[in-house]
Each structure stands twice: as structure tokens, then as C-alpha cells.
């Protein structure tokens, strides 16, 4: 009997999970937000888009590579190549150079994601809050108090703190995600009529709140209004996490201007995006698979956090997760 998998997660994780496991399993994949994509996303209005989760990715793997290799000659990854600046407030710009290809999805973020998520069956808008294990299997509890199941696995690609809550604290592997650390990140947008014509497309920026700006109408195949994607550090928005957004994007709108040495006159389009888990901190002397699996409970889990804050990361450690699964089922 072909056995049921649930995946929670659409991100690049839970989808490249689903397309490795399609063949071995029946799975249905759960998904709190109204598109996929996780990180990998894409805000857009009629005038402007903002890629204002993962800006790009890597390929560094000769899985990842093999795996990219029909999107890119379907022109759905593109390769992205801009002039990189370094920045700091008071003083000159300095090229950047970037020594292996960069990647992004082409003309949005999202579009890998929406991509692979064609062939699969997903539950948009269903955000799951709990797991209930009976003899027959695994239900899961959604926002609505809509039981789905039962489910053979439950998998899931959520944020380390998010897995944590859903799984029980029985599970031999919890103390391992329990203590995962996760760090947050804000992303402004900004649209504008007028081109401020900075002679760089890119730039990653020193001494301030401020950790990277891009000219995201710059991107392949983008057909945006110019539009500028401000991210801060990892460190300023755990500070700043719970503080006024209104007053957050006050700051970072006029930290914007004295990083560029220019007022930002009229913007179009403003928004402020809050990412309480958007990276992981990485410890060296923590051994592990890449994944998380529990073959007495039927539960795993994957994700960037499970190796290190990556799109590639995400993607691999899904393939350890389904090579095992493969095995088991």
C-alpha cells in the first residue's frame, strides 16, 4: 500500500522533498501563507515587485546543479550578475566582487518554487497548530480546527522554533531542535517613479542597521517600476524585533538615505516585512544528518536550519531526508 506523507512547508525544502518523494508516496503539502515559495518569495503590486526574502543562491553542489539544470533552460533561473559595492556611510564605494555564479528565479523569487509546486497537491492558507498521533495514523489540526489525515509521516520544513512546537516533546530528536537558534531579519521596500541612478546594482553595506540594498528592478527579466530591496542585519533586527514597525521603518528609511548620501523623495510604494526566523546560527562542533527523522514516531523534519541559512542548504538537506525516507518506505 503507497504510503501517506504530509509535508508542512512549501518553501524550497518542502516542495523539493515532495518532487523526491512523488514517486515513493502520496504526499499533500501544508501551507500557512496564500502562495509558496517560504523565503524565496515575492512582494508585488501593479507598478513594483521585491524579492524581499532570499535575494539569490548558489549552486555549489553537483546535486543542486543537476536539479537547477531544467529551470535554468526553461529561463525560470536565471543567472544574475550586478556590479556589487561595498557601502558605508562617509565614505567612497569600493567594488565587490562576486567569485562564483549567483542565481536568482526569473522574473520573481517565487517562480522555482511556483515551478516545482505545479505537479504537487497544496493546502494554501493552512496553517497547521497541532499533531495527533492515533492508532491509524497522524491527524493534523489546522487553524480552522480542520482535521487533515491520517498521514503514514508528517514531515516537516517549518522554521526550528515552529517544528519544536508542533512535534512532542517525547521525540528523542526534540532537544536538538528545540535549541536551534534562528536569527530575524527586516526587509523594506521601496518603489519610486524616478531612478536614482547609483552607479551599482548591488551593494553590501558596513557600520550601520542597513546589511544589504539591491536595485531589485536590476534583477533578469524583471519588468518592475525601479525598486529598491533594503535588508538589515541579523543582529539589529533581533534587537528590534518587537519594537513599533512604524517606528522601525522610519529608522530604516532614513538610515537608507545617509547610507546613499540621498534624500528618497516621494517614494510610490513603502512596506516593512518582518522575518522572525530568517537565518540560523551555525555551530561548528553540532554533528548531524542535515536532516531530523524518527523512525519510531514517523516524524522528520529539514530545512536550511538543519545545515546552514541557504537556499542550497534547504534543498540538500530535503535530499538526505528523502534519500533515507526512500529506504524506509
Same mark, same amino acid.
Do not use: C
Given at each position: @500500500?503507497?504510503?501517506?506523507?504530509?509535508?508542512? $512547508?512549501?518553501?524550497?525544502?518542502? *516542495?523539493? %522533498?515532495?518532487?523526491?518523494?512523488?514517486?515513493?508516496?502520496?504526499?499533500?503539502?501544508?501551507?500557512?501563507? /496564500?502562495?509558496?515559495?517560504? /523565503? @524565496?518569495?515575492? /512582494?508585488?503590486?501593479?507598478?513594483?515587485?521585491?524579492?524581499?526574502?532570499?535575494?539569490?543562491?548558489?549552486?555549489?553542489?553537483?546535486?543542486?546543479?543537476?536539479?537547477?539544470?531544467?529551470?535554468?533552460?526553461?529561463?525560470?533561473?536565471?543567472?544574475?550578475?550586478?556590479?556589487?559595492?561595498? !557601502?558605508?556611510? $562617509?565614505?567612497?564605494?569600493?567594488?565587490?566582487?562576486?567569485?562564483?555564479?549567483?542565481?536568482?528565479?526569473?522574473?520573481? @523569487?517565487? @517562480? *522555482?518554487c511556483k515551478a516545482i509546486a505545479a505537479h504537487h497537491n497544496i493546502n494554501l492558507k493552512t496553517e497547521i497548530k497541532s499533531l495527533i498521533q492515533e492508532p491509524t495514523g497522524w491527524f493534523l489540526t489546522d487553524h480552522n480546527d480542520t482535521l487533515h489525515g491520517p498521514f503514514d509521516w508528517v514531515i516537516s520544513t517549518a522554521p526550528a522554533p515552529q517544528t519544536a512546537h508542533l512535534f512532542p516533546h517525547v521525540m528523542a530528536e526534540y532537544n536538538q531542535i528545540s535549541t536551534i537558534q534562528m536569527t530575524g531579519c527586516y526587509s523594506l521596500m521601496i518603489g519610486l517613479n524616478e531612478n536614482l541612478n547609483l552607479n551599482w546594482d548591488a551593494a553590501k553595506v558596513k557600520?550601520?542597521?542597513? $546589511?544589504?540594498?539591491?536595485?531589485?528592478?536590476?534583477?533578469?527579466l524583471c519588468r518592475s517600476g525601479y525598486s529598491l530591496l533594503i535588508q538589515t542585519t541579523n543582529e539589529w533586527a533581533d534587537a528590534h524585533i518587537e519594537d513599533d514597525q512604524d517606528q522601525v521603518k522610519a529608522t %530604516? !528609511?532614513?538610515?537608507?538615505?545617509?547610507? !546613499?548620501?540621498?534624500?528618497?523623495?516621494n517614494p510610490a510604494y513603502t512596506s516593512l516585512h518582518r522575518w /522572525?526566523?530568517?537565518n540560523t546560527v551555525v555551530d561548528e562542533d553540532d554533528n548531524h544528518d542535515g536532516y531530523v527523522l524518527n523512525?519510531?514516531?514517523?516524524?522528520?523534519a529539514c530545512g536550511d536550519w538543519c545545515i546552514e541559512g541557504h537556499v542550497e542548504s534547504a534543498f540538500l538537506s530535503a535530499l538526505s531526508l528523502a534519500n533515507e525516507l526512500k529506504q524506509t518506505l
Open positions: @500500500m503507497t504510503k501517506k506523507i504530509a509535508i508542512i $512547508g512549501a518553501g524550497i525544502a518542502g *516542495l523539493s %522533498l515532495a518532487e523526491h518523494l512523488k514517486s515513493s508516496a502520496s504526499i499533500e503539502i501544508f501551507e500557512k501563507a /496564500r502562495g509558496v515559495g517560504g /523565503r @524565496m518569495s515575492t /512582494r508585488y503590486t501593479d507598478e513594483f515587485q521585491f524579492d524581499h526574502g532570499a535575494q539569490f543562491f548558489t549552486a555549489r553542489s553537483p546535486q543542486f546543479q543537476g536539479f537547477l539544470k531544467p529551470y535554468i533552460q526553461k529561463n525560470i533561473v536565471k543567472e544574475w550578475a550586478p556590479k556589487v559595492v561595498t !557601502l558605508a556611510s $562617509g565614505e567612497k564605494p569600493y567594488k565587490r566582487d562576486w567569485f562564483e555564479t549567483h542565481y536568482t528565479a526569473a522574473p520573481k @523569487m517565487n @517562480m *522555482l557600520n550601520s542597521p542597513i $546589511g544589504w540594498i539591491a536595485v531589485n528592478s536590476s534583477k533578469p %530604516l !528609511l532614513n538610515e537608507v538615505e545617509k547610507v !546613499l548620501d540621498s534624500e528618497v523623495k /522572525r526566523y530568517a523512525k519510531d514516531l514517523n516524524l522528520g
